[in-house]
């Protein structure tokens, strides 16, 4: 297997324009998460997907950022318009979750991350 | 609001020189607690769930327990292979998202 893809590996923008991080999860897994990482707050989670739909976006910082994931094997991470605190390492992990099993303790938390994008805003 | 606080911040050891991380947490139901190993440049690799109190796992020189209220990564005679940044992160009940501590820097000089 591939692991988590994650492309571009880096990205160099200017103010104000968009940007949009792509994420392929590792086949047969249904959960997908966005993190970000930064030396001052360390590894964020800003939104997670289970089977496609948005569970939890509270992490997301403010209405220039939106993600989507169209089908199971893609998802994408935009900044419109980027900021300079923006800078930061973006990860996209993916996890597989049993149906069904809501109380018991389960296997699916072992995510696995893909190499990260460096954006860099000027 | 859950809260995960690693200690030390970094740590310098020789070749052979045992030691301890730790992974203090808050959580209203702690659904699991996770160490993760970060690489620079890399992507989190995932090393250890543990679900209950009491529990332990192990992975060639490290050892991982759990408390009610803390974590602890041990690393018995490190390499200077093990350098890295282990992050402990936990799952609160009825979320599925993790919540990650800052982490520790591992340095082993031969």
């Known amino acids: 297997d591939a692991g988590v893809i994650q492309s571009p590996r880096h990205e160099v923008t200017e103010m104000g324009q968009e940007v949009t991080l792509r994420c392929k999860p590792i086949?047969?897994?249904?959960?997908l998460f966005w993190y970000r990482q930064t030396m001052m707050r360390g590894l964020e989670l800003l939104i997670y997907?289970?089977?496609?739909?948005?569970?939890?976006d509270s992490g997301m910082p403010e209405d220039r950022f939106s993600a989507k994931m169209p089908n199971a094997s893609f998802s994408t991470l935009k900044i419109q318009p980027s900021e300079p605190r923006d800078s930061a390492v973006y990860f996209c992990?993916?996890?597989?979750?049993?149906?069904?099993?809501?109380?018991?303790?389960?296997?699916?938390?072992?995510?696995?991350f893909g190499p990260g994008t460096r954006l860099t805003v000027l | 609001e859950d809260q995960v606080t690693q200690s030390p911040e970094a740590l310098r050891l020789q070749e052979g020189e045992s030691s301890s991380l730790n992974c203090s947490y808050t959580v209203s139901g702690l659904r699991g607690l996770f160490w993760y190993r970060q690489d620079p440049g890399k992507g989190p690799e995932f090393l250890f769930t543990?679900?209950?109190a009491g529990e332990e796992k192990e992975k060639e020189r490290l050892k991982a327990t759990l408390t009610k209220k803390e974590s602890f990564l041990h690393i018995t005679a490190p390499k200077p292979e093990d350098s890295a940044t282990y992050l402990c992160a936990v799952q609160d009940a009825g979320r599925r998202a993790l919540t990650f501590g800052s982490g520790t820097r591992l340095q082993v000089q031969p």
């Open positions: 543990l679900y209950s």
């Open positions: 086949s047969g897994h249904n959960s």
């Open positions: 992990a993916s996890s597989f979750t049993r149906p069904g099993l809501a109380v018991t303790p389960f296997t699916y938390n072992e995510q696995f």
């Open positions: 997907f289970n089977n496609n739909v948005p569970i939890d």
